[in-house]
């Protein structure tokens, strides 16, 4: 973990951040440090996260045109992907714009996974910068939870954030009208809507689980600041729309 693109770019600058916010914060209390550094991360990403997330409020507004043209032009697929390109640069969305922040999501949690799993408790010197020291003593323990053990509890509360999370940001799906037959692909929607509801939450809480309660409190302060951010996004759509 001590060369590469991938240490220089997000290891090192996240564990580097980390051990300098264990330093400065009261008690030296690792628990602490990762909230405000989820926080850190979370803030610089969200320009980019901001984007998705009213791309994604668009989309769920513009639901019901699209459904007319899927019923308009049902037997002209070109046609109706068009006209549904066409509605969405009508509306200035981008139906790709949630892809890029996943993708660079990715490689900053293997490099949080790596900080909580690896870097803790014991930390190394050799990877800090030469303006950031190694506390003289720090705490583990947060709320009464150890962190460098697995919780129960954070477990939990990563995987009840996780469920809300997807909540506001993927709301169900319209049941299907009596007597009408669900396509193929409305099949896999909502099988696909299903799953991320209530099988996401149930990873997270394994995930969360088996590896320590660090990395639990990360995704449950993570989702949490994903939770505002839905709710401040909706709540500004309603303003505008009044």
Not at 154 to 160: E, M, S
Request: charged share 15%; aromatic share 12%.
């Amino acid at each position: 973990m001590e060369t590469g693109l991938f240490a220089t770019v997000f290891y090192q600058p996240i564990y580097n951040a980390l051990v300098f916010l264990i330093s400065a914060v009261p008690g030296a209390n690792v628990g602490i440090a990762i909230i405000l550094l989820t926080i850190l991360v979370r803030l610089l990403l969200l320009p980019l996260s901001h984007k998705s997330v009213v791309s994604q409020a668009k989309m769920r507004e513009i639901a019901p045109h699209i459904e007319k043209l899927k019923e308009k032009h049902k037997d002209d697929k070109q046609e109706q992907a068009r006209r549904t390109m066409e509605l969405y640069r009508e509306y200035g969305i981008n139906p790709f714009s949630g892809c890029f922040l996943v993708l660079l999501q990715l490689p900053i949690i293997f490099a949080l996974y790596f900080v909580f799993f690896k870097g803790l408790p014991n930390l190394n010197a050799d990877h800090l910068y030469s303006f950031v020291h190694l506390p003289e003593a720090m705490s583990m323990v947060f709320l009464g939870i150890v962190l460098s053990k697995k919780s129960l509890i954070l477990a939990f509360l990563a995987a009840v954030t996780q469920y809300y999370q997807i909540k506001l940001s993927i709301p169900s799906l319209a049941p299907v009208a009596k007597g009408a037959t669900p396509s193929f692909k409305d099949e896999f929607a909502r099988s696909f809507n299903t799953q991320m509801r209530y099988m996401l939450p149930l990873i997270v809480f394994g995930i969360s689980y088996s590896i320590s309660a660090a990395i639990a409190l990360y995704w449950a302060t993570s989702n949490l600041f994903s939770v505002g951010h839905e709710l401040y996004v909706k709540r500004k759509a309603k303003e505008v729309t009044r």
